[in-house]
């Protein structure tokens, strides 16, 4: 069970949300992960949150598939869109065509368990450091095993638009 004793709201006035960190098992690297969770109207952390965040502890290494397969694909796709096609590095975008290849590149470094559900699940927001785009990273937006969009930091963020979004 994860202990969320430590957890606590954050130290600024306009940020209503609770911080936290939980350790995984990143493929044998034991990484402690920083955890951001929007809480419910009581300021609290609600159940289905904490339910979420287990399930999510719990089930890593599936998550860890879909999400490595998922930036997998957007990142093949942003590399095309730069217009870097052949097999060089260019502009720090080497050409990566596995995910053990994207691990030499990406860190896990936070997650976010947002409000909003689809499907009985709590979107979460997931969120990468990574060699090739240092200051937008990396960020996969899930509800469950779906994933929604993967991208920059940005798409992990923005669950509001969980309802609208169709998968990327």
């Given at each position: 069970m994860i202990d969320l004793s430590t957890f606590h709201s954050s130290?600024?006035?306009?940020?209503?949300?609770i911080f936290g960190t939980i350790t995984?098992?990143?493929?044998?690297?034991?990484?402690?992960?920083?955890?951001?969770?929007?809480p419910d109207d009581?300021?609290?952390?609600?159940d289905s949150s904490k339910e979420e965040l287990q399930f999510f502890a719990d089930n890593y290494n599936k998550y860890r598939e879909i999400y490595?397969?998922?930036?997998?694909?957007?990142?093949?796709?942003?590399?095309?869109n730069l217009g870097y096609t052949g097999e060089e590095e260019k502009d720090g975008y080497p050409?990566?065509?596995?995910?053990?290849?994207?691990l030499e590149t990406i860190t896990f470094t936070g997650?976010?368990?947002?409000?909003h559900k689809r499907?009985?699940?709590?979107a979460i927001g997931l969120f990468f450091d990574c060699t090739w785009e240092q200051e937008h990273g990396a960020g996969v937006l899930m509800a469950g095993y779906e994933v929604i969009s993967a991208g920059d930091y940005d798409d992990a963020y923005y669950a509001y638009a969980l309802n609208d979004h169709t998968p990327k």
């Open positions: 130290e600024y006035e306009y940020d209503f949300s995984v098992d990143d493929g044998g690297i034991q990484r402690e992960i920083n955890v951001e969770i929007c009581n300021e609290k952390i609600s490595l397969d998922a930036l997998l694909k957007y990142y093949e796709r942003r590399r095309i050409c990566i065509t596995t995910t053990a290849q994207l997650m976010m368990i947002h409000k499907s009985g699940h709590h």
